[in-house]
């Protein structure tokens, strides 16, 4: 590891001003990414400014119903929070479903949506790799490409990004508050992250010394319903090769008059592309449409009609259809059974 200097921020505008000063300074919160690349050489700060001990370590609910969770709130706390888990599942499933319980207690918010790649090129500084090294090429296209980009990747980085966070919020709509030289400012979690195009060494439209201090949930009808569902190699402590997280609400009185039909639904899938893909075509088909099989085939086939994929990771297309399908099938049923639930009650 290279020498480095060590400062902590004592509020978030010290933070900032810090960063300012040293264009290759880094925050460091929890470190389970950060310190891992510097201990292999791909990072190598000549500041890393501690953030991890700044007052942004609460959730709480606003006065409009949307939810406020500070940057340095721990993984594991976020999942097992009450209002997190009643109102948006999805979440608490996709962090619950990240690393391990070691590392979910260290892991933050912000640093889990700022976490870099996990691409074999890229963590190899042996190897060369466009993310890390722009302009030395990227071996990964023609190489071990099993866990790459289906969408949205380009001749300069076919990675994908790793968290699964990140994929849950995506599909709620979250906003990303952060504060920089210029104050603060809120950016929509799906334009947080960039693709690639011709540079991949910018994973985000964060400038260097922009901080993420909260990320907001907008409030959630108590008629959707949510879910999260990772196809990974092993059960635990593995990245996605595909993930899907949803939220989906059926039109009032639907579900008691033959097929129910769709009201709203968000889709963001994750370890197909540089960034959380929010599934735009899939979800422009299921809206105001029946919720059956078919529908939701369907939507899948629309989506995956801009795939692209490697010859290393064909296999993620048909991935993608399955846990795709396989979770709207079982969301549409969650919401049915609660519609009767409702229906039932009301009628007594």
């Known amino acids: 590891m290279n020498t480095f200097s060590y400062v902590r921020a004592v509020d978030p505008a010290d933070a900032v001003a810090l960063a300012a000063d040293d264009p290759n300074a880094v925050f460091l919160a929890g470190g389970t990414n950060l310190v891992d690349r510097m201990k292999l050489g791909v990072s190598r700060p000549s500041t890393v400014i501690d953030v991890s001990r700044l007052a942004l370590d609460d959730v709480r609910e606003q006065p409009d119903g949307s939810l406020w969770i500070g940057a340095t709130v721990r993984n594991a706390d976020l999942a097992a929070h009450p209002l997190v888990r009643q109102q948006y599942p999805v979440l608490s499933q996709a962090l619950l479903s990240g690393a391990s319980g070691q590392l979910r207690n260290m892991a933050t918010t912000g640093g889990n949506l700022l976490q870099r790649t996990r691409c074999v090129y890229f963590t190899d500084v042996t190897l060369p790799c466009n993310k890390r090294e722009p302009g030395s090429g990227c071996p990964a296209r023609d190489g071990y490409s099993r866990y790459h980009a289906i969408f949205g990747a380009s001749v300069a980085c076919v990675a994908v990004h790793p968290s699964d966070q990140a994929v849950a919020m995506a599909a709620l709509d979250a906003t990303v508050v952060v504060l920089g030289p210029a104050g603060e400012r809120r950016i929509r979690l799906v334009d947080l992250h960039r693709l690639p195009g011709d540079r991949p060494e910018q994973d985000t439209v964060l400038g260097p010394s922009d901080l993420v201090i909260a990320v907001e949930l907008p409030p959630i009808s108590g008629q959707a319903v949510s879910g999260y569902r990772k196809v990974r190699d092993r059960a635990s402590f593995a990245f996605a090769l595909v993930s899907v997280a949803a939220v989906l609400e059926l039109a009032d009185g639907s579900a008691s ?5 769709i009201a709203d639904v968000n889709i963001a899938l994750g370890g197909v592309a540089h960034k959380p893909w929010r599934a735009a075509a899939a979800e422009e088909v299921l809206r105001a449409a029946p919720a059956t099989p078919d529908t939701f085939r369907r939507a899948a086939d629309a989506e995956l009609a801009a795939a692209e994929p490697l010859e290393g990771n064909a296999r993620k297309v048909a991935l ?13 049923e969650r919401a049915v059974g609660r519609a009767s639930v409702s229906g039932d009650r009301d009628g007594r």
């Open 320 to 332: 993608v259809r399955k846990a795709l399908t396989a979770l709207l099938g079982e969301l549409a």
């Open 257 to 261: 008059v033959g097929e129910p039909l």
